[in-house]
């Protein structure tokens, strides 16, 4: 495949803004027929646009963390399961940044510039908790290592070149392999069945002694040994995704309003357009809609600011604000696509207009890791000036 450099933060948001309007044509029918977006992600790779991260030194555009949100935002608002598949991807580029050695990065980043995409093996079913990872990472005689586990909710591996799987080694440290995706001995299954984000493909990744050359792991658990920004980036592109959800189920409430919806016949108006009580519960949207974009758009800014002086201090600052905003935008994104049935009336709900796709996908999606306890993170920040932990899904 031959990819597209893109040279700036407006070259990849114009990129992002028109792949956007042309995933947002079908992206119901490809949710309805379960159809999986291959054409489209190709689409993503030969713009250019997975690789706007990469680091100016090795031929990327190194967009600030402002617009990478306001791409996902964009994708999302046309088709959530789409905007999903990249977001392991970028996390997963974020790594080789943080943590990959020169050589590393020049072979990894020049994948990534050659429009190479990144899925990811990291969740594991029937453990204790997410963050009981027992693939294992065991070193082999040569030098190498053996690979061995299975994954869970692997969004973006069937689409994959390389799989980022996460393991741990004989001192049960974590660590990161980059695994091409037709290696021997890995086997991804396309058994997801989620009533949301159903074009994800976030199926099952199996790892029977797969060989690893050492220059192809990353020591991801020294991320967490100092301030880090891995969780405050993840989390932004979750935050981002749950606004855009909300984006597109207003704008489809709006106009299937417009268009297709009846006034109440005690409305006395002659359009649902004109119904009082209806401009009043799309007002009421518009504002939750608006201040969840405007708390994305800050925290996006502040990771930015971290990222230019990273502390201690100015780490906390970029995750509360990520925390905040995702609370904020989870809840929207369930309200807004919820409302959007509300708002239109009885014939909205015909399974053949798929509108309740916004609904699945963003309660699907908000599923991946509880507010609540952002909320608690906060909480212990105001009050005590308690520093979120360093655990990567903050």
């Known amino acids: 495949m031959t990819a597209k450099i893109i040279a700036d933060d407006v070259e990849a948001l114009s990129v992002a803004a028109a792949l956007a309007d042309e995933f947002r044509v079908g992206a119901a029918e490809r949710d309805a027929e379960r159809r999986l977006p291959r054409e489209e992600l190709d689409r993503l790779s030969a713009a250019g646009l997975l690789a706007v ?27 959530a399961s789409l905007a999903q598949i990249p977001q392991s991807h970028f996390v997963y580029v974020n790594v080789i940044r943080r943590q990959g050695t020169p050589a590393q990065r020049e072979f990894l980043f020049g994948e990534v510039l050659a429009g190479r995409r990144f899925g990811n093996a990291q969740s594991e079913a029937g453990t204790r908790h997410i963050q009981d990872i027992r693939t294992r990472l065991e070193p082999g005689p040569d030098g190498s290592y053996v690979l061995t586990g299975v994954k869970h909710y692997s969004t973006g591996a069937l689409f994959a070149d390389w799989i980022p799987v996460l393991a741990r080694t004989e001192d049960e440290t974590l660590h990161v392999a980059y695994v091409p995706r037709d290696a021997p001995g890995v086997t991804v299954l396309d058994d997801w069945d989620g009533m949301g984000q159903r074009t994800t493909a976030s199926g099952t990744v199996r790892l ?64 649902a357009a004109e119904d009082p009580l209806l401009i009043q ?46 609370a904020h935008a989870a809840a929207t994104a369930v309200e807004v696509a919820g409302a959007l049935f509300e708002v239109s009336g009885t014939r909205s709900a015909l399974n053949s207009l798929n509108l309740h796709r916004h609904w699945r996908d963003a309660r699907t999606h908000t599923l991946h890791d509880p507010a609540r306890w952002k909320v608690q993170h906060i909480g212990r920040y105001v009050l005590s000036g308690t520093k979120p932990p360093r655990h990567g899904l903050l």
């Not at 991801?220 to 100092?226: E, K, M, S, V």
């Not at 932004?236 to 268009?259: K, P, Q, S």
């Not at 201090?313 to 970029?318: L, Q």
């Open 208 to 271: 029977d002694g797969v060989r690893v050359s050492a220059n192809r792991v990353l020591p991801h658990h020294l991320t967490f040994q100092g301030p880090q920004l891995h969780g405050a980036v993840a989390q932004l592109l979750h935050t981002a995704i749950d606004v855009g959800i909300a984006d597109g189920a207003l704008a489809e409430a709006a106009e299937f309003v417009r268009t297709k919806s009846r006034p109440w016949f005690e409305s006395g108006v002659e359009t």
């Open 281 to 326: 519960r799309f007002g009421e949207l518009a504002v939750q809609v608006r201040a969840s974009g405007a708390l994305l758009r800050e925290a996006a800014r502040t990771v930015d600011a971290a990222r230019a002086d990273l502390t201690d201090d100015s780490a906390a600052e970029a995750s509360i604000a990520v925390a905040s905003a995702k």
């Open 53 to 79: 991260t990469v680091p100016a030194e090795h031929g990327g555009a190194d967009v600030h963390q402002e617009s990478l949100a306001e791409i996902f935002r964009l994708l999302a608002s046309a088709d």
